[in-house]
């Protein structure tokens, strides 16, 4: 199998290297300058294992590799709000032997939230899920660190639709032979439900900076006790806290320090945009469809994405100031 990894920032950078390291063939999706760098320089990965250059072929598109290959599998590793762009101009690519990438071939979703999963099943025929616990950093063009050990991340892998099948096992037994353990589960979304209520924290991180403090927590607890809200009048599951502890505990340690998460990394490289309509806009469109109030997520996906719009510095605004507009919005949504 060929590894075509679209979207090789943090995440799909540091998979795409690890399946280089193991003896897998990869190939890196990229654009501008990161692209530039990753052809000149090579992709420059640190691990806990140290510094190393992957020189592999980039790509920024379809046309650059002719094409495709019957073998191919499609890692999508752009944040959500680039995924339609991505997947109709991938899904349209031809395959050697006749059809297209959407006929033909799987896409394997990694980003956060559950938004992507939906997205590829209205184009793609093969769709799988993949749940991301990889904490990684991509802040300038060519180089992407991924520190934690002993384990360089847990990947759970399913298709999206439910099940298991044998080419997630393929897939997942490529990643656990690239320093990952990725188990086959058959309700992947249910850990992707999980993992987004942990991200609900990305939009406090991204606007009032990643130290951590009581008040951030605090913001954080009343994010989530409205999606738990919203994902019990919905009728969905998610993996518990302690299911998620049991996989990942002593597994994917990171060494000390403060370090921002995907949406502050996408504030730092100033992209313009950032993914929260896909998380805390997750919980917001849920509420709405099943009448529960979410004014605090509402305020954080709004908050956040003045920032990214408006070019502002990760961490200009201070927690008090979120949490008297989420408190502004309560008190709006309790009267209302």
């Known amino acids: 199998m060929r590894y075509i990894i679209i979207g090789a920032g943090a995440v799909g950078a540091t998979v795409g290297g690890r399946l280089a390291q193991a003896g897998k063939e990869v190939v890196l999706v990229a654009r501008g300058a990161h692209a530039e760098a990753l052809r000149a320089d090579g992709l420059r990965l640190t691990t806990a294992e140290g ?51 959407a006929q033909r071939l799987p896409v ?28 990684s ?49 058959d309700d992947v979304m249910r850990w992707k439900y999980a993992k987004l209520l ?36 919905a009728g969905i599951a998610y993996a518990s806290r302690e299911e998620q502890s049991e996989a990942r505990d002593g597994k994917v340690n990171q060494p000390p320090g403060v370090r921002g998460g995907s949406s502050w990394q996408s504030l730092v490289r100033g992209t313009g945009s950032i993914e929260v309509d896909y998380l805390n806009g997750e919980v917001s469109l849920l509420g709405r469809l099943h009448g529960v109030p979410t004014p605090v997520n509402d305020v954080l996906r709004h908050a956040a994405n003045i920032f990214a ?16 507009l989420a408190d502004e919005a309560t008190a709006r949504a309790t009267a209302s």
């Open 108 to 135: 394997f979703c990694l980003q956060n939230g559950v938004e992507s999963e939906r997205l590829a099943l209205r184009r793609f025929a093969k769709v799988y899920g993949v749940c991301v616990w990889l904490p």
């Open 51 to 101: 510094t190393r250059v992957h020189r592999l072929p980039v790509a920024t598109g379809p046309a650059d590799l002719g094409a495709l290959r019957r073998d191919d599998v499609l890692l999508l590793a752009v944040k959500t709000q680039h995924a339609v762009d991505a997947l109709d101009v991938w899904g349209d690519a031809e395959v050697a032997g006749g059809g297209t990438a």
């Open 198 to 233: 942990d991200n609900l924290g990305n939009a406090i991180q991204a606007t009032t900076g990643p130290e951590p403090h009581p008040a951030k927590r605090a913001l954080l607890r009343r994010a989530v006790q409205e999606a738990e809200a919203a994902f019990a009048a």
């Open 137 to 185: 950093t991509f802040l300038r063009p060519g180089a992407v660190s991924a520190l934690c050990a002993p384990l360089t991340g847990i990947l759970h892998v399913g298709p999206a639709a439910g099940g298991s099948d044998a080419l997630a096992g393929r897939v997942a037994a490529d990643l656990n032979a690239a320093t990952f353990e990725a188990p086959v589960v």
């Open 309 to 324: 719009r408006k070019g502002l510095p990760p961490g200009a605004m201070s927690v008090e100031d979120l949490t008297a």
